[in-house]
């Protein structure tokens, strides 16, 4: 197998309209990939499409992990597959605890019969949950419930390292963080990187990737990646901002579905 | 509308009392009830023709076998207490309480721990200062009935700074449908007291053809200071309509919890009030309830400030299966004169079914100015984008809306006082939710 994640020619509608217009991209697996762009290029688009948020109606195209059609399968299969996205706006639940919740992800992916003991996932998560400098509290707190923004982002790391997906996906996981907090975020992924495991990050800002160094960078824009390069890409953007490249391509309004 | 008739009245209420040698203060005094009971009417909770209902029920006196040890008790209920352990517990089988249970440590110290009936000859004048003084004799005909008919019954007197660690548990049982079955519970927590009451109705009717009718009724005074955490799950077979009236009155600075689990197979109407009469006086009323069936339920929670800088929250949460029915009221009365009250109250209720129905209905009745109060209802589905997130983890659909559901249950659940009451209470919710 030559990649470990693949996308093809994906389109995908948000209440009828169309907001991903072919989207191409193939990983290796052990590789880095950001995707930066600017607001309403349909960056969270295509993460939630891949994860397959029910509101997200993917049109065309095919995704592949390790060979395995991601579309075919449901949300919590995709999960069990080894796709993993850190979302941009978790959902805050009450009167399920933080443990639980992530006891129960685990004995999902572990199955009947197999379950993890109650000692060994305390220890584990707070092993996790000292790396990130978070406090111990947060284990039995209710999931993301009165969490800071801050707070919540580093919940989604946690839940990243313990159920050690094989395709990470960051939706802008560095908005609203400081920068203590953003370098925690960051050696927690990088404590992930491993030849086995893919990153996706989908960011604003260059700023993360001082942190999180990018294999390859793509600019994302109409719904589709319209350049790809390695990190000067990122650092030029940085410097200069996105006219550029819509000049280069020829490109009047970057966005998507602003109709 | 009509009200059924009933051939029960004054001559009927002494009676019975006679025949159990009652004292003759409260002969007179469930005389008078029984006319009360021959003359009222039912009350009408919002939305629930309770008239609809089979309420003209006396039943007979069946009192249970008395037991001297827990482990003669009926089976039913061995899971409910702990054997093992000396804490303070009592038990009311059909008619009359038929166990009790105080550590002499806290009958040293002038704690008293038992039957209603008893403390009638015991304690009469805490008796005739207190009982149905907050819930009166003379509201409707279920209260007149209740005053008229109420057997076993708890009493719970702590004294003057007196604190219990462990909660005191009532259980209130019934395995006869025929059976008068009205506990009356009255706690009276003296001045700066400490106490936790864990409460539970239960019932094992089998095959029947007659209806259960739990009548029953608590009263809890906390006098200044006072601290009294109640906690209470009820949950009787289909055949069985439960009729709970709950009354807290707090004096200065006084404190009551009230954590119920209305979990009930039948017909349900609970009503849970605080009194706030004295100043800085505080109440935390939490309620949940699963509907499931063809149930119905009036489900009410009120909180009444007199007192200044009181302050009270109601938090009810509701999930309804089936063909269930719950209305839910939360009443949040601020008298004038108590100036910087703050009454604050939450309703959600949580469907399941497109047949089931639970309307939220909160309201604030506000005669002060100077006070802050609020309230937020909603009534909804699973949260789909809940369920997602879940999902994305890895959980399976059916795990995720479990662990949202149980969730949503949760902040009652997790905050009941005793490990056998909370555990009861998770089997109830399992066999209720599947």
């Not at chain 2, 119905?296 to 800088?309: E, I, P, Q, Y």
């Amino acid at each position: 197998m030559s990649s470990l994640f693949e996308i093809r020619g994906l389109k995908s509608a948000i209440e009828g309209k169309e907001i991903l217009k072919g989207f191409d991209l193939t990983m290796g697996a052990g590789e880095v990939h950001a995707i930066m762009g600017p607001n309403g290029t349909g960056k969270s688009t295509l993460a939630s499409s891949i994860m397959g948020h029910p509101k997200y109606e993917v049109t065309e195209g095919e995704v592949f992990l390790e060979g395995e059609d991601v579309l075919e399968m449901g949300v919590d299969e995709r999960a069990r597959a080894g796709l993993f996205l850190a979302m941009q706006y978790p959902s805050e639940i009450t009167g399920v605890t933080n443990a639980d919740f992530l006891r129960s992800a685990i004995n999902a992916r572990r199955g009947e019969g197999n379950e993890i003991s109650l000692i060994k996932f305390v220890r584990l998560m707070e092993g996790k949950m000292k790396e990130l400098e978070m406090n111990p509290e947060f284990m039995h707190r209710y999931l993301n419930e009165g969490f800071s923004g801050g707070e919540k982002k580093r919940n989604e790391i946690l839940q990243m390292m313990m159920l050690e997906p094989k395709l990470v996906i960051l939706d802008e996981i560095d908005s609203g963080l400081d920068i203590d907090a953003l370098k925690i975020v960051a050696a927690g992924v990088n404590a992930m990187r491993s030849p086995e495991r893919s990153f996706l990050i989908i960011t604003h800002y260059q700023r993360l990737l001082n942190y999180i160094k990018p294999d390859f960078v793509h600019v994302m824009m109409q719904g589709r990646i319209v350049k790809s390069g390695g990190p000067e890409l990122a650092e030029r953007l940085e410097a200069e901002g996105y006219d550029w490249v819509k000049e280069e391509l020829g490109i009047v309004d970057e966005t998507v579905g602003q109709a | 509308m009509s009200t059924p008739t009933t051939s029960f009245g004054r001559e009927a209420a002494a009676a019975i009392s006679r025949s159990k040698n009652e004292p003759s203060w409260l002969v007179a005094w469930r005389e008078e009830a029984g006319e009360l009971a021959a003359t009222l009417e039912l009350p009408k909770p919002e939305k629930t023709p309770i008239a609809r209902w089979n309420l003209d029920v006396q039943g007979v006196h069946r009192p249970g076998k008395a037991v001297s040890s827990p482990a003669e008790l009926p089976q039913a209920i061995a899971s409910l207490l702990d054997a093992q352990s000396d804490a303070p517990v009592i038990v009311q089988h059909n008619s009359s309480v038929v166990f009790a249970r105080l550590p002499e440590e806290l009958k040293a110290k002038g704690v008293v721990l038992s039957s209603l009936e008893d403390a009638a000859r015991t304690h009469e004048d805490l008796l005739r200062a207190h009982l149905m003084k907050a819930y009166e004799p003379n509201e409707h005909k279920l209260s007149a009935m209740h005053a008229a008919l109420w057997n076993g019954g708890v009493f719970l007197y702590v004294p003057r700074g007196v604190e219990i660690e462990a909660p005191v548990q009532a259980i209130l049982f019934a395995d006869d449908a025929e059976a008068t079955f009205v506990p009356h519970i009255l706690v009276v927590a003296d001045a700066n007291s400490r106490v936790s009451v864990v409460e539970n109705v239960t019932s094992s009717l089998g095959e029947t053809e007659a209806t259960l009718l739990h009548n029953g009724a608590v009263e809890v005074f906390a006098k200044a200071g006072a601290h009294v955490q109640y906690a209470a799950v009820h949950h009787m077979d289909s055949s069985a309509i439960d009729i709970s009236y709950r009354r807290a009155v707090l004096d200065n600075d006084a404190r009551i919890e009230w954590i119920i689990g209305d979990m009930h197979e039948g017909n349900v109407v609970a009503d849970t009030l605080s009194v706030l009469k004295g100043n800085g006086s505080t109440s935390d009323a939490k309620v949940i309830s699963v509907g499931t069936g063809s149930q119905r339920m009036s489900l009410t929670t009120r909180a009444v400030h007199f007192g200044r800088s009181s302050e009270s929250d109601m938090v009810t949460r509701a999930v309804m299966k089936d063909e269930a029915t719950a209305i839910i009221n939360g009443i949040s009365k601020i008298e004038k004169g108590a100036t910087k009250a703050n009454g604050q109250q939450t309703e959600r209720v949580l469907m399941l079914s497109p047949k089931a129905r639970g309307d939220a209905n909160p309201i604030l009745l506000i005669d002060e100015d100077d006070v802050k109060a609020g309230h937020a209802a909603s009534v909804g589905q699973v949260n789909a984008e809940q369920v997602h997130y879940l999902m994305s983890r890895g959980i399976t659909r059916t795990e995720a809306e479990r662990l949202i559901i149980y969730g949503f249950l949760d902040p009652v659940v997790s905050e009941i006082p005793l490990e056998a009451a909370r555990e009861q209470l998770q089997r109830i919710l399992e066999r209720k939710l599947g």
